[in-house]
């Protein structure tokens, strides 16, 4: 089984190792020593926990109807306007997402630096890569 220590699964989380460790120390998140004594997450429970995360804490069946299933929670960096379109920029944990959409929508959403926002995916091409293993 897959295990992650506490640095790797802070960085495919988007947080601290600091937020992992209280996370961990206070029963949200599973860990179990290994045989040096430092802390492992098995890839299962943290595939879980991100699972949740991702729901935002919703129901069983959720509150959200729509088939999009690939979102990403995090802060607007950046909103270019013009006449008619706009570029909005989300950093969410280590991925920066850019989303081409009317200036009329943009400005409902109210959308600036530093509002927090979600970025939904419906794709029906994805392509998954291995990172290096060098």
Known sequence: MT???????AVLLGVSADTVRRWVDGGRLPAARDEHGRRRVPGPELAAFVREQARGGLGEHGERFSSARNRMRGIVTEVAR??????VEIQAGPF???SL?????ADELGLAPGVVAEAVVKSTNVVVELPDAG
């Not at 295990?3 to 699964?9: D, K, L, P, R």
């Not at 013009?82 to 570029?87: H, L, P, S, W």
């Not at 959409?101 to 929508?105: H, K």
Request: charged share 25%.
């Open 3 to 9: 295990t992650f220590g506490i640095g790797e699964a």
């Open 82 to 87: 013009d006449g008619v379109m706009a570029q």
């Open 96 to 98: 920066r997402v850019v």
């Open 101 to 105: 959409m009317s200036r009329e929508a």
